[in-house]
């Protein structure tokens, strides 16, 4: 990019992102009651989710989407959303200014969940997109609908069909991201702003959900202590292990739990009776539908506190906006799939014990890892996500702990019938339905057993407060220590937070004591913080982002196209190769034609257009294959999938296929999705057309003349 183009992107996407969090924060102020601080910026990151979730998907229905269109509408949004609050929202609901330690204690808190998120960002500042479901669908589908300018489906042939026609609010939230910066630098990051919404939400229901507070009359922060018991259990949330990773990788599952905390968030009494509340339910459940289809596996947890609504009185106004929400956004998606090919939840089958209501291409059935203990202990324990036994030990104590204390509460509380008996449910769901054995699935259960052990250490502790606090520093500090297996990591990491967030206590102490006349200190401080940065930005933003984009600069002392390599070689030793010759030799804006991989991203740098041209005869799309045979589980769908495009091929189809693509290059795994795929012999079948440019033991290339 031309010089000082990256730093004005830089800008655009600062200014922007600010608008939209000023106006949501201003607008959770005036529709929420008597709420913390903490309380109003969880409602305000959703309402910002919802922001950039209609910035993208109206433009891009509409067949419009670009990074202009995508900010005048969210500065849309953002007037309607100010409007809005000026009619309909009151003045004066927020709960009051706390000026005591207590206030200082929940601002330290923030400081050092902030700042411990900030750490693993800057140890991974020039880590490149490296998740598989990320390089496969997320990003690339992204990359898709900026290209194209409209929501139209990207195949992912080798892959889960159900990942192209599943709803896909993740690539939403990336495609906000890239629009105004034209790369990927800061959308790799892109789960970490849910990561401090999951947070928010477990302080906030921490803090209410104490035995002193059981009818939530007494609104928020009834005590002291349990605030404090709420932060720190939110802080043993940000440091678990599996939240902690999931959060570098450029996914969507921290943003279905976020959306699914909220909900929990807003079946408290209090919440369900503010202005805000139906709508705050309708969106969260409607963003939580929108993210992907295993959000069918978590929203039934929910159904544990169905009568909430009605215990705080809703009316059939409240319902309805609520369901209207709902359907409003997640609402397109299934339609879309319906009209193109008669199942809203297409490609799965539908069915009702052994009748199929409306067919897709294969039964989906759960994962064989699941059905043995060892195999299970596997998924839990020894995966990259895996969860620490010390964490796993002080969890389950808290959650028997609370479950023995809970008694009569289950009846009368919605909310903690829902966190105490949802972990069960929620494990049950996913060992017998789960497709796939992956923990991130059970992200929401795990969620809930963290406030379990807020209500057994407010229910079994209720009148020692300072061994309230000590429990919760226990369970929080099981999940710091254990956050990274590298101690070295966790103590330099853990120390940095520790020294600002107590700096931050200290500051807020004594400017509250010594100084308080003291006019607009935190704005004179937020200037200052916004200054240096925007110094910082200036200097080294450039560079950064070209290095990060692996564009060579003459003059500079690293390599960054090696350092992608690198990083390459060390998560995907096989493809770094082959991925690496078409970064280098391939031209930027060709149309590559791909087949047996999964991959995309790799190959879509630098406004490269990969396309798969079926061999199969009569396929043109995924609609057109046929159905897979037996109940699939996750392990059983890729290789399904792969056979039964390789199967029945038509090379005259194909070389006309081909030609009509406008590919330029032939790019084929030998063993990546399947064995023995048929583009490498049909390309060596005409010489005069693919010309042999790579080949090495797992990948070969061919470049096209026609």
């Not at 829902?418 to 497709?435: E, Q, R």
């Amino acid at each position: 990019m031309a010089t000082g183009e990256n730093e004005l992107r830089l800008l655009w996407a600062v200014l922007l992102n600010g608008i939209v969090l000023a106006v949501a924060y201003r607008s959770a102020a005036r529709f929420t009651v008597g709420a913390t601080w903490i309380g109003r910026s969880a409602d305000a990151l959703l309402l910002t989710f919802l922001i950039q979730y209609l910035s993208i998907t109206l433009p891009g229905l509409l067949g419009i989407l670009g990074a202009f269109s995508m900010t005048l509408t969210a500065l849309l949004c953002c007037a309607a959303l100010a409007a809005l609050g000026q009619i309909r929202g009151q003045r004066g609901v927020s709960g009051p200014a706390d000026r005591t330690v207590q206030g200082a204690i929940e601002f330290g808190a923030c400081a050092f969940a902030i700042v411990y998120l900030a750490c693993d960002v800057y140890a991974l500042r020039y880590q490149p997109v490296i998740a598989t479901d990320a390089l496969t669908y997320h990003f690339p589908v992204a990359v898709h609908w900026l290209g194209t300018g409209r929501l139209s489906l990207l195949p992912t042939w080798f892959f889960n069909p159900a990942n192209t026609y599943s709803p896909l609010a993740g690539s939403a939230f990336i495609a906000w991201l890239m629009a105004p910066q034209g790369n990927d630098v800061i959308a790799r990051f892109v789960q970490f702003l849910p990561m401090l919404l999951i947070f928010a939400v477990a302080a906030e229901v921490g803090g209410r959900i104490g035995a002193r507070d059981r009818d939530d009359s007494r609104g928020p922060g009834s005590s002291d202590c349990g605030r404090i018991v709420g932060l720190l259990i939110a802080l043993g949330v940000v440091a678990f292990r599996p939240f902690l990773a999931e959060a570098s990788a450029g996914k969507d599952d921290l943003f279905l739990t976020a959306f699914f905390a909220v909900a929990v968030d807003g079946l408290q009494t209090a919440r369900l009776r503010e202005p805000l509340g139906s709508w705050r339910i309708g969106i969260a459940i409607g963003l939580c539908l929108a993210t992907k289809y295993t959000a069918l596996l978590t929203l039934p947890l929910l159904l544990l506190a169905l009568d909430a609504p009605r215990r705080a009185g809703w009316r059939r106004r409240e319902y309805a906006i609520a369901m209207g929400l709902i359907l409003i956004i997640v609402g397109p998606w299934f339609l879309r799939n319906l009209l193109l090919a008669g199942n809203p939840l297409f490609p799965l089958d539908v069915r009702l014990e052994n009748h199929t209501l409306l067919h897709g291409l294969f039964q989906a059935r759960r994962s064989l890892e699941l059905h043995t203990l060892s195999g299970v202990r596997r998924v839990f324990a020894e995966r990259d996500y895996g969860v620490p036994i010390l964490v796993l030990i002080v969890l389950a104590i808290g959650w028997l702990a609370a479950a023995a204390g809970a008694g009569r509460r289950l009846l009368r509380e919605p909310l903690v019938r829902l966190i105490v008996l949802g972990p069960p449910l929620g494990f049950i769901l996913f060992l017998c339905l789960s497709p796939f054995p992956e923990v991130r699935f059970v992200f929401p259960a795990f969620l809930l057993l963290f406030l379990a052990s807020a209500i057994a250490i407010t229910t079994w502790l209720r009148d020692r407060p300072a061994v309230q606090i000590i429990t919760a520093a226990v369970v929080a500090g099981a999940c710091i220590v254990t956050s990274y297996r590298d101690r070295e990591i966790v103590a330099t990491f853990a120390g940095i937070s520790l020294a600002i967030a107590l700096a931050s206590v200290g500051a807020i102490v004594i400017r509250r004591r010594f100084l308080p006349r003291l006019k607009f200190a935190g704005a004179w401080v937020a200037v200052a913080a916004a200054l240096v940065l925007a110094t910082g930005a200036y200097i080294y933003w450039n560079a950064y982002v070209n290095l990060c984009a692996a564009e060579v600069q003459e003059g500079s002392q690293a390599n960054s196209a090696e350092l992608l390599t690198e990083w390459w070689r060390g998560k995907y030793p096989a493809h770094a190769g082959a991925w690496a010759f078409v970064r280098q030799h391939v031209p930027p804006g060709a149309t590559i034609a791909y087949a047996n991989t999964t991959l995309l991203y790799p190959l879509m740098l630098d406004q490269r257009r990969p396309v798969y041209v079926p061999t199969r005869h009569g396929v043109r799309t995924m609609q057109d294959l046929p159905h897979l045979a037996g109940p699939l589980s996750g392990e059983q769908i890729v290789p399904a999938v792969t056979d039964a495009l390789s199967a029945d091929t038509d090379p005259a189809e194909w070389l006309s296929r081909m030609s009509a693509s406008g590919a330029t290059f032939l790019f084929v795994a030998k063993d990546d999705a399947g064995p023995r795929p048929p583009e490498p012999a049909l390309a060596r079948a005409n010489p005069t057309r693919f010309k042999l440019v790579f080949e090495d033991e797992h990948y070969v290339v061919f470049q096209i003349m026609w």
